[in-house]
């Protein structure tokens, strides 16, 4: 890690090809404004870690296995822990040459897998944050569920300066949801059905009930996760694809996979996927990819 006069930088290896301006297209299509942005060919975003609190700005290199990251100086205590979940939000230690010789056999993916060589599947920077935008990502739009993961950023995360005019909140706060009256959430665009099922989650995360970060016991999690009201398989699996950083997670349902697949029931799907296992994941995001290229319309995944 380097300092210079008013930022810190390292730099992140990770094994080519990288899909790096698909990487930006998701991450920029699904994050709260305010939180995070996608300027200029760079990702950006706030950052709250063990009591640190800042900004970053990640960006490509001339050399094509290395990005480049600054870092406000008041992160400088927390550079190993952010490194980690940086190296987990861009999906840096996937093996995109094992992943294609897999998913470049089948008839459907070879296309899109050689036209988008090192597609990764993005995580979550914070296990809540990506929870909440997976709740409010159901049965919508992506570009719905994107607006109302922003009207959350700015109603329940602390607001901030940063030198980024795009960035002014840090991630929304689980205890600030746990506690609001549900009425405050439904005004934000939500049902009620909905609101209810994230208040519940925020106050389990708050009562420390849920974890759903890398690491944890990823069967006794989502199980406690399913049992709270409104969380079914989709978002569950959803949440193992990005959070847990389960590479064989599959968004069983997901409306926008089975049209990339020919319009097919979800159990139709979900057969076809068992082809690609064990990266059924990186499977999900060459379909929703193979939508963008085409005309339909993505799910708020």
Not at 6 to 35: E, I
Not at 193 to 216: D, F, M, N, W
Not at 262 to 289: C, F, H, M, N, S
């Amino acid at each position: 890690m380097k300092a210079g006069a008013d930022t810190l930088r390292l730099t992140l290896d990770y094994q080519p090809p990288l899909a790096w301006d698909a990487l930006l297209a998701f991450l920029g299509g699904r994050g709260a404004a305010g939180v995070e942005a996608v300027v200029d060919g760079r990702y950006l975003r706030t950052v709250r870690l063990a009591g640190s609190e800042g900004w970053l700005a990640v960006s490509a290199t001339a050399k094509r296995d290395q990005l480049a990251v600054e870092l406000s100086p008041t992160l400088e205590s927390v550079a190993t822990p952010l490194t980690t979940k940086l190296r987990q939000l861009l999906d840096l230690d996937a093996d995109p040459l094992a992943i294609a010789r897999v998913l470049g056999a089948d008839p459907i993916l070879k296309p899109v897998v050689a036209a988008v060589p090192g597609l990764r599947v993005p995580g979550g920077f914070d296990g809540f944050e990506l929870v909440l935008r997976a709740i409010v990502g159901q049965q919508v739009t992506v570009k719905a569920a994107t607006t109302l993961f922003s009207r959350f950023a700015a109603a329940f995360g602390d607001a901030t300066t940063t030198p980024y005019a795009e960035l002014k909140f840090f991630s929304p706060r689980a205890e600030l949801i746990a506690a609001a009256e549900l009425q405050t959430l439904i005004n934000l665009g939500l049902t009620q059905r909905r609101a209810q099922t994230i208040h519940s989650v925020a106050k389990a995360y708050v009562a420390g009930e849920l974890l759903l970060e890398p690491g944890c016991d990823q069967a006794a999690e989502l199980e406690r996760f399913r049992s709270i009201p409104g969380i079914g398989h989709w978002t569950s699996n959803y949440v193992a694809m990005r959070a847990l950083r389960d590479a064989d997670a599959f968004p069983t349902g997901d409306l926008a996979l089975c049209n990339a697949l020919g319009g097919v029931k979800p159990k139709e799907a979900d057969r076809a996927a068992e082809a690609w296992r064990p990266y059924r994941a990186y499977a999900a995001l060459y379909l929703w990819r193979l939508l963008r290229m085409g005309t339909q319309t993505e799910s708020g995944g």
